[in-house]
């Protein structure tokens, strides 16, 4: 039984990997070097692949940062799989229940979003205290 439990698990892994995967991504050949070394980014790594999901990568600076701030105070380097999990999927708790990265290009969600963020993060601790 404890089998077929893990391989049910294995497969709904797989299938959030193959999820998140589908978005657009970067390889690290493709990230500058500046870049990819930042705490605020999201690195996923699943046996030799290494990939960046591509909505990082903003010609607006404003957006770029406003990516790094979320992924900061969600702690993207700690579990990158969880966070880019959190970006991908859509959130109830939206105005609309978008994916948070749908409204990135909003300037006038920008606030929604960094609430939405750190209200993760203290759900998150409350359910651990």
Same mark, same amino acid.
């Given at each position: 039984m404890y089998e077929k439990d893990l391989s049910q698990e294995q497969a709904v892994?797989?299938?959030a990997i193959d999820y998140?995967?589908?978005? #657009?991504?970067?390889?690290?050949?493709?990230? #500058?070097?500046?870049?990819?070394?930042?705490?605020?980014l999201i690195r996923l790594e699943f046996g030799p692949l290494v990939r960046y999901p591509a909505f990082q990568f903003r010609?607006?600076?404003?957006?770029?940062?406003?990516?790094?701030?979320?992924?900061?105070?969600?702690?993207?380097?700690?579990?990158?799989?969880?966070?880019?999990?959190w970006w991908f999927y859509p959130n109830r708790s939206t105005t609309d229940e978008a994916m948070p990265v749908e409204p990135l290009d909003n300037p006038s969600r920008h606030d929604e979003l960094i609430s939405l963020a750190?209200?993760?993060?203290?759900?998150?601790q409350s359910r651990w205290s």
């Open positions: 892994l797989q299938a998140i995967l589908s978005f #657009p991504m970067q390889s690290p050949e493709e990230v #500058p070097s500046e870049l990819a070394s930042r705490p605020g010609s607006d600076a404003r957006t770029q940062e406003l990516v790094e701030e979320i992924n900061r105070i969600l702690k993207a380097q700690d579990d990158p799989w969880a966070i880019a999990s750190q209200g993760e993060v203290a759900d998150d």
